[in-house]
């Protein structure tokens, strides 16, 4: 921060306890805009519950959350999920059924904005889906909803996206092309992405810095390749050596 501009993203110290136990236990992090981090680690170890603090749909017991250099939780600042410019795509974050691919992309929009058609238009060309705009969700494949979940989830131009296991619902053969479309899509909206995954290839194929996690504890972080070639212990390196 030596330019004097903070981080999209800035979390110190966060901690929840469920029944006395720290779920997740002083986590920092930064994340910048354009950037996308990967918070990794095994089923059980706290990555869904510090991005529900994070979106704001539970408070921590401790630390500080700031957006673009603005308190969201800091003692007394407490801003609600709505009010905090993040947006969040989870695996089961179903499409609204009863609407169209374009309406659903649309839906956090206001209605009589003239910049509103444009936006879906452009989301639904960047994502490839744009000759499916007036089809509904159950006409589509596991991929192509997932492609408007992300056009969705990015319409009302959060400064933040969260995303946990995004791709965890789909067919292993698409996986690797989701991803990487996925990943493009976030590039050029320039967004500030934390994605948690449990999947080290996940994390080597999309992140820009891995923050590893174990027991509510961030162990390891750095840039994918420099985790991968030093591990911090003899269990990071274990996690990722089914990789090749
Ligand atoms: P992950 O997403 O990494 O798989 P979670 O953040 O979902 O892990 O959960 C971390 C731990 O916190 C687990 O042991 C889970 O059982 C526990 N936990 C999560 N939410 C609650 C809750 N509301 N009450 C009690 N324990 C919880
Ligand atoms: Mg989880």
Redesign the pocket.
Known sequence: MGDGVAPRLAIEGLTRR??GRA??DGVSMAIEAGQVSCLL??????????LRLIAGVDWPDAGRIHVDGQPVVDGAARVPPERRGIGLMFQDFALFPHLTVADNVAFGLPRRDPGTAARVRDLLDRVGMTHHAAAYPHQLSGGEQQRVALARALAPRPRILLM?EPFSGLDDRLRDDIRDETLAVLKAEGTAVLL?T?DPAEAMRMADEILL?RE?RIVQRGAPYTIYNNPVDLQAAAFFSDLN
Do not use: A
């Open positions: 469920f029944d779920v997740v680690g095994p089923s059980g170890c706290g990555k869904s519950t510090t946990d948690v449990h996690m509510g």
